[in-house]
């Protein structure tokens, strides 16, 4: 089996492991905040949807309770439209705010821990398997039983 017909070359596992460590970095980066941000309440004044690709993303913004250090033209990253009007749990750190119950950082740090376990098993399972000859003059002929 020559290097070409492979089902991964060097390549693109190196462009899985890239895309794996950005997903791991800003997983990781928005489950810190979230765990480790100083705890607040902010109130969720509006939110902006628009499609992009089919998708509707929304954008909302908030304001903290009188205690917080939250401007009205804060972005709120996790927040529903739902939750306008309302106010929701949230940590901040270096003037990001994350709502406590946005799931999207876990699950990007997941996937990107899931991909990196798939390219070492990848890159594992090419050093074990033997490679075919290249030389047309090792070949062994065929016997039949």
Known sequence: MTSRSRRFG??????F???????IGIGGWYTSIQHFGVAAQ????????FNKRNAVIS??????????????????????????????AVHISGGKVIADDWLIPPIALGAGCVMVLGV???????????????DPTQLQPYTSP
């Not at 060097?10 to 462009?15: E, I, K, N, P």
């Not at 902010?42 to 949807?49: A, F, G, I, N, W």
């Open 10 to 15: 060097l390549g693109t596992l190196a462009l």
């Open 120 to 134: 070492l098993i990848a890159l594992v399972r090419r050093r074990r398997r033997p490679s075919a000859p290249t």
């Open 59 to 88: 954008k909302c913004f908030g304001e903290s309770t009188p205690t917080g250090t939250v401007r009205p033209s804060t972005r709120i990253w996790g927040a529903d439209p739902e939750d306008v009007g309302q106010q929701i």
């Open 42 to 49: 902010v109130k969720v004044v509006s939110c902006h949807q």
């Open 17 to 23: 492991v890239v895309f794996a460590f950005v997903l």
